[in-house]
């Protein structure tokens, strides 16, 4: 069942086997898009007007009120200069509410509607997507290469395979492709988390999947060019106020609704501590719930939704010291968009692609089991399974007491929960601990033991004898650490090398990792001991297994 | 017909007294013995030896049949013992689906893990629309048709709306509604444990002074405890905390409240007085409390008394909480 796919093999089947074209729904939403953007217009429109009858937060004019409000505290707080003339336009609504009829606020919410919803829809162009399909893989491949001459980078060009490992359940999430529609729902560590997972759908033969990307990564005019043909949507997260989050949502239903595989990151943002996640949004992750019960009530049977969850493992992380420092800075905790960060810089891309990302096995997309949006283990056969592995219907989840498909929102809520606690569990299974976290959390045990405290801010100022660990004893520590993982399965996997090397050989990678890419070396090997160089690193790559028990603590 | 029958796994004193306070409404009920001389008895001559003095309505029926329990009725109340909670809600789960809710009754936290019961029904059966049901309705009073009430807790509000609209007999039994599903479960468990201290406390003839110190100090650290696992403080000076504890420390019926009796009189019973409900709870909170790094002086006390590490006639001094200076 659970299989690992190796690198070759899913090379040798990317040329062999095309996508899965029958499921490729992305193929026809260009001419579909107007219908779909109809569609979600008048779904929002119409609940609005129904709950404005019941006044106060839900009248019209608190409607608008909050996204001019919102709309002006955007562009105040913006740093381009002269949004003076849009600010004008929000003033001006704010004004003109007072005196605004019923039918005049309707003709605003109606156009502010169309507004937000053309700025979020997406687009598909399949000579686009032809062209990145074949050409991106080896190109990629390419840049991710560590040649000293054409020959070699010519050779590098069809060995995309050997840097994305793919491992999991895959014929399960195939077959679920086949009999409905995918929502895939990855762990989010970095921005090249949608580039990695775009290339591992592609080795497995698995469609393209539409997804909603922050808009700031579309200031780059050549990834935007490819995110809006390739079927992105944009998502301005500066944007809070509650319209524009039901257009988002309603959007991401039809979307399933209508077939098209789509793409969460459930964590909502980047892990800046490189912990699992461990609280999920639920907002887009409802979507999977309110689609599925449209279509049992549009009577399509048929019209599943599985959710598949992946985890995107990185032996080491493009932007990892911008994003602990964030987290650790008391101010970065609230700063959830970063636009000026590794990824943003061309240079340590390439660096880090060549540096990292160009050794095998140091990036693994690991599939998990797909789930249905209740939370519920699928079977090969597209079929939810209960815990206990008895088949269950999930009909029956939104049967109400005359066995009727009905609508209740707090119902559908809790089950978003649910789905969302199932998410974690899998995450955590199927999380694959690389030599670099393991090393890393044997030696912040072994340096919080000594300091008598695990709190980083102390552990922070820790210098000299305090951060040095002698080599023999980090590997006697990483040894009995794997011998622990490997006998708890629901805590994670360890990859292969730490199966299959012996454990110096591990460690010995894993600080040769530590020193290569970073600006400053996360340990480095000193006579016989290793001394940690940036503690914050160490603590960040250590914090992808702090669901794991301190040894002797149960 | 199916959404307006309730369904009650166990025939004990407990279920069949709620089936019948609902059933003499005119409700459809339906329970679920896996004895055979018990359903026919019920079925046969609207009697149970269990209550001998009862004659039940003719809506209350009895089955041997979960098959038919699932099929009749959506809303399924399971009251049995907390030894039998996890194989019977297994056979359940056989039976019922997503469709199906399920509350339980039992105030306990369930080994190996200390596990609310409200856990075993989503790990052993396919239904998601679970719940609990706590509170001071004794069977005795649901029986003479005092006043007694409930509160129905669950994270759905369906579930207690239909918990309401399905148990509620006013103003014989009244039923509230919560959504602190793990407060109410933890509360109930809670009271047990502190109906020992409770009995330990009037075994020793303390008076009501130190009665009343023991149990606001008792309620002070439920709320502690349920704040670290993420209930509310407020749930235990309700119906499944304050009003389960006041209930049960007043009466030589109950078990727990026996059980302290005998042990602030030096005994140290080791039959089922040990295996009572409020005991096992003690330990068990002891060990949540461990691991969420609580203080509960009132909790270990009962634990260490229970365990034979510590004299009644001392564990007042070691209830007195020397580290909170605060109330």
Same mark, same amino acid.
């Given at each position: ?47 609005? =007007? ?14 608008? /009120? ?61 000579? !686009?997507? @032809? ?27 069809? *060995?995309?395979? *050997? ?67 390739? $079927? ?13 989050? #039901? ?20 964590? $909502? ?5 490189? @912990?699992?996640? %461990? ?33 995107? /493992? ?10 602990? %420092? ?66 269950? #219907? ?17 119902? *559908? ?25 393991? !090393? ?26 305090? &951060? ?30 730490? /199966? ?23 340990? &480095? ?11 914050? =690193? ?17 | 017909?199916?959404? /307006? ?124 629309? !679970? ?19 409930? &509160? ?8 207690? @709306? ?41 075994? =020793? ?15 002070? %650290? ?35 409240? @026996?059980? $302290? ?40 006390? &009962? ?25």
């Amino acid at each position: 069942m659970t299989g690992l796919r190796s690198a070759s093999r899913s090379r040798e089947s990317q040329g062999t086997r095309a996508v899965l074209a029958t499921t490729n729904r992305l193929t026809g939403f260009n001419a579909e898009r107007s219908e779909i953007l109809a569609e979600v217009h008048a779904r929002v429109v119409n609940a609005y =007007l129904k709950n404005a009858s019941r006044g106060g937060d839900n009248s019209l004019e608190y409607i608008l /009120n909050e996204v001019a409000f919102s709309e002006i505290r955007r562009l105040e707080s913006s740093p381009n200069s002269s949004p003076q003339r849009q600010i004008h336009r929000w003033r001006d609504l704010s004004n003109r509410l007072l005196r605004m009829s019923e039918s005049e606020k309707r003709a605003e919410l109606e156009s502010l509607t169309w507004y937000y919803c053309r700025d979020i829809v997406g687009n598909f162009n399949p000579r !686009v997507f @032809r062209f990145a399909s074949g050409v991106v893989p080896p190109v990629l491949s390419f840049l991710l290469s560590p040649v000293s001459s054409w020959r070699e980078g010519m050779a590098a060009l069809t *060995e995309v395979g *050997e840097k994305v490992q793919i491992q999991g359940p895959v014929d399960a999430v195939r077959a679920a492709c086949r009999r409905g529609t995918l929502v895939v729902t990855p762990t989010h560590s970095s921005n090249l988390d949608s580039i990695v997972l775009a290339l591992g759908l592609l080795m497995c033969g698995l469609p393209p999947v539409t997804y909603g990307a922050g808009k700031n990564l579309f200031t780059n005019p050549f990834i935007s060019y490819f995110m809006r043909n390739l $079927g992105a949507y944009r998502v301005d997260r500066r944007l809070r106020f509650q319209l524009y989050k #039901d257009i988002l949502k309603e959007y991401s239903t039809v979307l399933l609704e209508r077939g098209y595989h789509s793409l969460f990151f459930p964590g $909502g943002t980047r892990s800046r501590s490189n @912990r699992i996640e %461990e609280r999920l949004k639920l907002g887009l992750l409802g979507t999977a719930v309110a689609a599925y019960r449209n279509n049992l009530m549009a009577g399509k049977q048929e019209g599943r939704i599985y959710l598949v969850p992946v985890t995107i /493992n990185y032996r080491l992380v493009l932007e990892a010291e911008t994003l602990i %420092e964030d987290y650790l800075a008391e101010t970065g905790k609230s700063r959830y968009i970063i636009d000026d960060d590794e990824f943003t810089r061309l240079g340590r891309m390439i660096e880090f692609g060549r540096k990292i990302l160009a050794h095998k096995g140091a990036v693994i997309v690991r599939f998990g089991q797909p789930i249905d949006p209740f939370g519920n283990r699928v079977d090969g056969d597209g079929e939810s399974r209960d815990r206990r592995g008895r088949l269950v #219907d999930p009909v029956s989840y939104l049967t109400d007491g005359s066995g009727e498909i009905g609508i209740d929102t707090q119902r *559908e809520a809790e089950y978003t929960r649910v789905l969302s606690r199932s998410l974690m569990e899998s995450y955590r299974r199927d999380t694959v601990f690389l030599p670099t976290q393991v !090393v890393a959390r044997v030696l912040m045990d072994e340096i919080a033991r000594r300091a008598g405290t695990r709190d980083i801010y102390r552990l922070l100022r820790l210098t000299g004898e305090a &951060v040095r660990v002698p080599m023999s004893r980090l590997c006697d520590a990483v040894e009995r650490l794997r011998k622990r993982i490997s006998t708890s399965p629901p805590i994670g996997v360890l990859d292969g090398s730490l /199966n299959a090397k012996p454990t110096p050989v591990v460690v010995g990678e894993a600080l040769m990792s530590f020193g290569r890419y970073h600006t400053r070396a996360v340990v &480095v090997p000193r006579d016989r001991e290793v001394w940690v160089e940036s503690m914050k =690193l160490l603590y960040y790559y250590n914090n992808r297994l702090s669901h794991v028990a301190e040894e002797g603590v149960s | 017909m199916r959404q /307006n029958k309730v369904a009650i796994v166990g025939a004990g004193r407990f279920g069949l007294a709620l089936a019948h306070r609902i059933a003499s409404a005119g409700r459809a009920v339906v329970v679920w013995s896996q004895k055979t001389a018990v359903v026919e008895e019920i079925n046969r001559d609207h009697r149970c030896s269990r209550l001998p003095d009862v004659a039940f309505a003719p809506s209350l029926s009895a089955t041997g049949d979960p098959e038919e329990l699932a099929r009749d009725a959506r809303f399924i109340v399971v009251a049995v013992s907390a030894a039998a909670v996890r194989e019977r809600v297994r056979q359940l789960g056989e039976v019922i689906n997503g469709s199906h809710m399920l509350v339980h009754a039992l105030g306990v936290l369930v080994s190996p893990g200390d596990i609310r019961v409200s856990r075993i029904l989503a790990e052993e059966t396919p239904a998601l629309r !679970v719940g609990a049901l706590a509170g001071p309705a004794l069977w005795s009073d649901l029986l003479a048709g005092s006043f007694a009430s409930l &509160v129905v807790a669950s994270h759905f509000d369906e579930v207690t @709306r239909e918990g309401r609209r399905l148990l509620g007999v006013p103003p014989a039994l009244r039923v509230y509604r919560g959504s602190d599903l793990a407060g109410v479960e933890l509360a109930a468990a809670l009271a047990g444990a502190f109906t020992v201290a409770v009995g330990m406390s009037d075994g =020793l003839g303390m008076g009501p002074g130190p009665r009343s110190v023991l149990i606001t100090r008792a309620l002070a %650290e439920a709320a502690r405890l349920g704040d670290a696992y993420g209930a509310e403080a407020r749930t235990f000076t309700g119906l499944a905390g304050l009003g389960n504890l006041l209930v049960r420390a007043q009466s030589e019926q109950w078990r727990d409240y @026996r059980l $302290g009796l005998a042990l602030a009189r030096g005994e140290t019973p080791d039959g089922p007085e040990m295996a009572s409900e409020g005991a096992q709870a003690a330990f068990a909170a002891v060990r949540l409390a461990e691991r969420h790094s609580v203080r509960v002086p009132v909790l270990h006390a &009962v634990s260490a008394v229970l365990a034979g590490r510590l004299e009644p006639a001392k564990a007042a001094n070691a209830i007195a909480d020397t580290v909170a200076a605060e109330e």
